[in-house]
Nanobody
Framework: QVQLVESGGGLVQPGGSLRLSCTASESLFEVNAMAWYRQISGKRRELVATIDMGTTAEYVGSAKGRFTISKDIARNTLYLQMNDLKPEDTAVYYC?????????WGQGTQVTVSS
């Protein structure tokens, strides 16, 4: 069973930056479109950014212009560079396949944006 492990979250002030990582237990990124999702407390999980099997990336809503999704196939790692963070970005961030069926969800990584 594929395992996804997210890391890199933390507490950051508004306007700050973080880089999230998602390491997979096996090679995934050449055969799956992948995505970052986030779940704000009390709300449904939502899509943040996607990357196809190549390098084409797309962003949803407020992530446009501030976040960058990328991947390192050799390291089986997906990244999300987040700049100009805002309090409304506070959430638990997850990675997974873009399309069903998805892998088991990892534990996520908490991002808190607060002064």
């Amino acid at each position: 069973q594929v395992q996804l492990v997210e890391s890199g979250g933390g507490l950051v002030q508004p306007g700050g930056s973080l880089r999230l990582s998602c390491t997979a237990s096996e090679s995934l990124f050449e055969v799956n479109a992948m995505a970052w999702y986030r779940q704000i407390s009390g709300k449904r999980r939502e899509l943040v950014a996607t990357i196809d099997m190549g390098t084409t990336a797309e962003y949803v809503g407020s992530a446009k212009g501030r976040f960058t999704i990328s991947k390192d196939i050799a390291r089986n790692t997906l990244y999300l560079q987040m700049n100009d963070l805002k309090p409304e970005d506070t959430a638990v961030y997850y990675c997974n396949r873009l399309f069903e069926p998805r892998y088991n969800w990892g534990q996520g990584t908490q991002v808190t944006v607060s002064s």
